[in-house]
């Protein structure tokens, strides 16, 4: 084999290993955007999802010593039942949009693993409402401190 | 007043700009040095004029000047005086500027130190660079203008977003950017090397000092983004391989490539076209990087806006690649190499294929940022791959070039005999295997981490057996031992700055390692007075207390941890309430520590105090990643001195 032939085919190898590398990369860890109308027509258990709405007002609920977190996604058309295990994350709440990560489970509900809060970069203008609710927790905890 | 002055001190600096690079341009090429030397004034009023405009936007951040909308935006009478100026850089507009200043700087520099030296490359670098920072400042009079004015004027602003008050936001973009605008210099010196058809090693050697202050700058700003998502977000991690960490990892890859590959070129004559190729690339991906994070396409946690910008850098973008490919075309058959790859067992084809490892990590990074996109486009589903894609696809090419990082320096030039790779190589290779095998015995169940770190261990292993070879050859010469190990520091800089840099890589991946292999967290709620226990801390609940700061109310956990050895201490997470936010931001409490740190995250809490939810993680070595960061500062330090061969 002269040098070229040993680097040609040393760089095809490269390029196969790399080809097949990023193939079963993306095969296994693929996760496929939807919306809450798009699941519930077409639920396929076992695979990955982020499922993308807003919280619906009522559902939201915290079970703090078990870590069990329930809640439901709209999309205004259909809405989806989600279970998770942990604390809702920063900017997580009722009427806000939010990203979930996970499965769709056989028992009719998403299984979520991880909760993207989305961030809106709009911040709500300083207003009455949320100054006092910041105000009342400072006196309710100081109050249970003494 | 004052932003009007501001946004005419732009158009004004936009003027010379164009101005400068024009002349620099036509002066080159009709050799008339008194276009050059106006444009080279140019140069300094177009530093001197965004000088002033930045200026002026601190000055309307320090008065609260709520007119200016970008002002109202980002800050708040509340905030500190030290985030007031920080803020300046918090959002898109003030971080063009930030950027224009830093490129403007440079051109600046540049002109200062080559004017004399650099002969028929220089003036035609300039018009690169000139061109340049006309297209940033035309960005911000267009899509992003930092003084436009606000009617009515609000009285109060909106604030600077909490997560960026924080001193890593300080420093963050200023290293990032220095890096990313460090860049600019070498690939301007490229295109000026293919315009004048002088395509030898004359431009790499002109900036190859500058290369290593953006690559260092580059490493700096990745760390302390690192370290900020570490001790400020609050998910107990440093990387997570969002798109805009995505975007500036890339270059760091190409341009990590480009620093080793131009080696060759220096002394063997070859891939010419390839070194050009790479840094038009890291160039290129500098803007992706930045219409990426900017323009809004790829949803992630900290891209700011959408607008027209996008469409901006995507043209420029554009522009650079085809004027580059057009150049390249003009000038392919003076880019064959002189010399040719001699044997597959050299230190050319092991940096050959450290390149090639190098450039693969960039493809696969850039593929799976831009895979929604792809996926979209091609199938009509939106499909994203996260971090596990990229740690299944990167793992393997980073292992693979930590080998390469014990075996380049090393190896002979052209072709190793047998002999050379038996007296470099066969002492680290027995450390390296010594290692796996102690790692085994101590216990450690991943096959993963004993590999990292033999491989850690066999690249330490070779650095020192040739620091200690070398050092041997001097003291033969009758120097002592430590004046032996200064004289070859400071008389071979280049290469031991690089055996340093190699080194604070080890130990930041030692950090890595450790923290994806051995750390551990739980998540618990606890009533006051309980406890619970993680990886023999045991730490237990003892209340909430508020607190009001300047510009925030902040409620504190107060948690006892204790452990066998040491005595007990008090950890503080809170949850910060910020008027202005849709909801709390958490705060961490740490303790960092050589071996492991402690983590804690409070979450939801009862408002009587009587219970709280907390998040505890000991994430084992990460220090290691922020210490390896100092190793590389000290290598870059000394790789960046100028060269003082010996004879």
């Known amino acids: 084999m002269t040098r070229r032939r040993k680097f040609v085919a040393g760089g095809v190898v490269i390029g196969v290993a790399l080809a ?127 | 007043m004052i932003p009007e002055i501001g946004y005419g001190g732009l158009i004004a600096a936009l003027a010379l700009a164009v101005f400068g690079s024009v002349a620099a341009g036509v002066g080159a090429r009709t050799r008339r040095s008194e276009l050059v030397q106006s444009a080279q004034h140019a140069a300094i009023g177009v530093f001197v004029l965004v000088t002033l405009c930045f200026a002026l936007l601190v000055y309307a951040f320090l008065t609260f000047d709520f007119s200016v909308r970008y002002v109202a935006l980002n800050t ?11 803020a300046v850089w918090g959002a898109l507009e003030g971080s063009i500027i930030l950027w224009t200043w830093m490129l403007a700087l440079y051109t600046m520099i540049v002109m200062l130190r080559h004017r004399q030296t650099s002969g028929d490359l220089y003036p035609w670098a300039l018009t690169t660079m000139l061109g340049i920072v006309a297209f940033f400042l035309l960005v911000m009079t267009i899509p992003a203008p930092p003084f436009e004015r606000l009617s009515p004027i609000p009285l109060e602003g909106r604030g600077l977003n909490p997560l960026l008050q924080d001193t890593g936001m300080i420093t963050h973009p200023i290293a990032l950017y220095l890096g ?55 998910w107990g991690g440093y990387w997570a ?65 959408q607008g027209s910008i996008g469409a901006f850098f995507l043209g420029f973008l554009a522009l650079v690649v085809l004027t580059a490919l057009t150049l390249l075309a003009w000038r392919w058959d003076r880019l064959h190499a002189q010399g040719e790859l001699d044997s597959v067992v050299s230190r050319e084809s092991v940096f050959l294929l450290n390149n090639v490892f190098l450039v693969a990590a960039a493809f696969t990074v850039f593929f799976g940022t831009v895979f929604p996109l792809l996926s979209e ?26 080998f390469l990082m014990g075996v380049g320096p090393l190896i002979a030039w052209r072709r190793a005999s047998a002999d050379n790779l038996k007296r470099n190589f066969l002492a680290p290779v027995v450390i390296g295997v010594v290692a796996a095998l102690v790692l085994r015995l101590l216990g450690i169940a991943s096959a993963l981490a004993v590999l990292a770190l033999a491989l850690t261990v066999f690249v330490a292993a070779s650095i020192t057996v040739d620091f200690v070879r070398a050092t041997r050859a001097r003291r033969r010469l009758g120097e002592a031992v430590l004046p032996a190990m200064g004289g070859l520091l400071l008389r071979h800089n280049r290469r031991y700055g690089g055996f340093v840099i190699h080194l604070g890589i080890l130990v930041i991946t030692l950090g890595i390692t ?22 023999g801390y045991r730490f237990r ?90 190793v590389l500062t000290l290598g870059a330090a000394l790789a960046i001195l100028p060269e003082r061969r010996a004879r």
């Open chain 1, 20 to 146: 097949y590398m990023i193939y079963a990369g993306v095969t296994q860890s693929a996760v496929y955007f939807v919306t809450p109308a798009e699941l519930q027509s077409a639920p396929a258990a076992g695979k990955a999802y982020r499922l993308g709405g807003m919280v619906a007002p009522g559902s939201l609920k915290w079970e703090p010593r078990t870590l069990d977190l329930t809640f439901s996604l709209t999309d205004g058309r259909a809405t989806v039942p989600v279970r998770h295990k942990g604390t809702p994350p920063d900017l997580f709440g009722e009427g806000r949009g939010a990203v979930v990560e996970g499965r769709w489970e056989p028992g009719g509900y998403f299984k979520s693993s991880l909760i993207l809060a989305k961030h809106s970069e709009e911040y709500k203008a300083p207003h009455d409402a949320t100054e006092a609710s910041s105000k009342e927790l400072l006196r309710t905890l100081r109050k249970a401190g003494q």
């Open chain 2, 76 to 86: 708040n009478l509340g905030t500190p005086f030290y985030y007031r100026i920080t």
């Open chain 2, 180 to 234: 990313f605008t460090g860049f600019t210099v070498p690939f301007a010196f490229s295109l000026a090397a293919l315009i004048t058809g002088r395509v030898g090693d004359e431009w790499i050697t002109t900036t190859r000092r500058w290369t290593i202050v953006a690559w260092y700058f580059l490493s700096l700003g990745l760390l302390i983004g690192g370290w900020w998502s570490y001790h400020v977000l609050g």
């Open chain 2, 241 to 305: 391989w969002d798109p805009v960490e995505n975007a500036a990892f890339m270059p760091w890859l190409t341009g990590t490539a480009f620093l080793h590959s131009v080696m060759i070129q220096e002394r063997r004559r070859m891939l010419k076209l390839w070194n050009i190729s790479l840094i038009i690339l890291t160039f290129g991906l500098t803007l992706f990087g930045t219409f990426l994070t900017r323009s809004g396409v790829i949803a992630s946690v900290h891209a700011f806006t």
């Open chain 2, 377 to 402: 486009a091609v199938r009509g589903v939106k499909v994203s791959v996260g971090a596990p894609f990229f740690n299944q696809v990167n793992i393997p090419l980073f292992l693979a070039l930590i």
């Open chain 2, 514 to 535: 450790g923290s994806h292999a051995w750390s551990v967290q739980t998540e618990t709620t606890l009533k006051r007075g309980e406890a619970a226990e993680l990886a």
């Open chain 2, 541 to 630: 609940f003892d209340g909430l207390s508020a607190t009001e700061e300047s510009n925030h109310v902040k409620v504190s956990g107060f948690f006892t941890v204790s452990n066998g050895r040491a005595g007990a201490m008090t950890l503080q997470p809170a949850r910060k309430f910020y008027p202005q936010e849709q909801a709390p931001i958490a705060y961490v409490d740490y303790r960092l520590g050589l071996k492991e740190d402690l983590y804690l995250v409070l979450g939801d809490f009862a408002r009587d105090g009587s219970q709280a939810t907390v998040k505890v993680q000991v994430n084992r070595l990460v220090s290691w990643i922020w210490i390896g960061g100092l």
